[in-house]
């Protein structure tokens, strides 16, 4: 059975360092992974998603990468702001159409 | 835009009672998906769709059942609430895409459920 693990579960860091968050899943038969911001409260929305046949996927400061071999995805986040202080959510989809298997989440705090 | 919204944001009932939390989607997805989100166990899927009428238990159905008897409209019953059902519900959607780019889920703001 698939299972993510993300790493760490909270971090703190000053306004604009550059941050890495970790993801591993077991089963590396996945249609695409998935990363999801939620801040407290709310709903989730979707940052990246990299198709199983991709490396990373890029959108402004963010830039994701999967390895799928080794059962592993980074969330590379470039010169941190406050505004980015959310839960950020690791998800693997097994096949297409099919429930996502999400991460607990990792809690970024960034002060200003 | 897609847009899935949810009835309730803050719920609050008596254990016992019948609860029903509706879903709907405006972007025709065939895939309607209920999860619960609880401290500490993340996100866990209950209950989902893939089309009308069709429904399939995920990881924690005992205690909840589904109705979707229109495509956009998907509901999660709670037969007797009981306490161990306070916890957030989100709803998502997507579509059945058999070929071209994949796309994401989509979800709805998440209702909070307390059950006293």
């Known amino acids: 059975k698939q299972e993510v693990t993300q790493i760490p579960a909270a971090l703190s860091v000053p306004e604009g360092e550059n941050l890495v968050l970790n993801c591993s899943f077991t089963?590396?038969?996945?249609?695409?992974l998935q990363w999801f911001r939620q801040d407290p409260g709310k709903g989730l929305t979707s940052l990246l998603l990299?198709?199983?046949?991709?490396r990373e996927q890029t959108s402004g400061r963010l830039n994701a990468s999967l390895d799928k071999s080794s059962g592993r995805s980074t969330l590379y986040i470039a010169a941190s702001q406050p505004g980015d202080s959310a839960t950020y959510l690791c998800a693997v989809e097994g096949q297409a159409g099919t429930a996502l298997i999400f991460g607990k989440g990792t809690t970024l705090s960034v002060s200003s | 835009d897609v847009k899935v919204t949810q009835s309730s944001r803050y719920l609050v009932k008596r254990t016992g009672e019948k609860v029903f939390l509706e879903c709907v989607q405006d972007m025709d997805h065939e895939n309607m998906f209920w999860y619960r989100q609880d401290p500490g166990l993340g996100l866990r899927l209950i209950y989902f769709s893939y089309d009308v009428k069709m429904k399939e238990k995920g990881d924690i159905p005992e205690g909840y059942s589904v109705s979707r008897e229109k495509k956009e409209r998907f509901s999660l019953i709670l037969e007797s609430a009981s306490t161990n059902q306070t916890s957030m519900y989100l709803c998502?959607?997507?579509?059945?895409?058999?070929?071209?780019?994949?796309?994401?889920?989509?979800f709805g703001p998440g209702t909070r459920l307390l059950v006293l």
């Open positions: 990299i198709q199983s046949s991709q």
């Open positions: 089963d590396s038969a996945i249609y695409n």
């Open positions: 998502a959607s997507s579509l059945n895409l058999l070929q071209g780019p994949q796309e994401t889920q989509y």
